[in-house]
């Protein structure tokens, strides 16, 4: 299957902590989408943007060979599922 655009609310498990630094480290650890758990296997990349005046953190991780790409704003404390992926071109 190649990238396939979802954009779904999902309910997330995530554990949060302070960095050495002092900022907050989000980490997704379960996911929950059309009434199925996804439990994370490998953290991909994170990292931050914006919508607007919004602080957005967006996470890449895989579940059982399929690498999802999900969304967390940070204002409104909402997870969406931005897209999937098996690796397979076709």
């Given at each position: 299957m ?5 954009f ?7 554990s949060?902590r302070?960095s050495?630094?002092?900022s907050?480290i989000v980490?997704p650890?379960?996911m929950?989408?059309r009434n199925r ?5 490998k953290?991909?990349l ?5 919508k607007g ?16 790409e999900l969304?967390?704003d940070?204002?409104?404390?909402t997870?969406?599922l931005l897209r999937m ?5 076709t």
């Amino acid at each position: 299957m190649p990238i396939e655009d979802i954009f779904e609310p999902v309910s997330v498990i995530a554990s949060f902590r302070r960095s050495p630094r002092g900022s907050v480290i989000v980490r997704p650890e379960i996911m929950n989408w059309r009434n199925r758990h996804y439990r994370i296997d490998k953290m991909g990349l994170r990292f931050p943007t914006t919508k607007g005046a919004r602080m957005i953190h967006r996470f890449t991780f895989v579940v059982n060979d399929t690498t999802f790409e999900l969304e967390f704003d940070a204002e409104i404390l909402t997870w969406e599922l931005l897209r999937m992926s098996d690796g397979n071109p076709t």
